[in-house]
Nanobody, 115 residues
């Protein structure tokens, strides 16, 4: 089992920055890919960014150049640095961890960007 706890969400004005954190515990060694997803009201959950155990990253086109995903293996923590935030970035952000056989989710953290 893997447990994920997000933090760092909040209210920010357009153009501002936030950093999300996701603390992982449990069978960390089994995780292949970690990522951030988001879900806005009335919309499906969508990929924001992922990072593999080897450090390869992937971003949604809508956040490229503004968001940066990273992980601190010593702290078992995943981060999402979000800059130049836009109102359309408003959503609940979820941390995700994938092993060979399971897919784990955190409880989500709300990010609200005001115009």
């Amino acid at each position: 089992q893997v447990q994920l706890v997000e933090s760092g969400g909040g209210l920010v004005q357009a153009g501002g920055s936030l950093r999300l954190s996701c603390a992982a515990s449990g069978i960390i060694w089994s995780i292949n890919v970690m990522g951030w997803y988001r879900q806005a009201p009335g919309k499906q959950r969508e990929l924001v960014a992922t990072i593999t155990s080897g450090g390869s990253t992937n971003y949604a086109d809508s956040v490229k150049g503004r968001f940066t995903i990273s992980r601190d293996n010593a702290k078992n923590t995943l981060y999402l640095q979000m800059n130049s935030l836009k109102p359309e970035d408003t959503a609940v952000y979820y941390c995700n961890a994938r092993t060979r056989v399971n897919n784990y989710w955190g409880q989500g953290t709300q990010v609200t960007v005001s115009s």
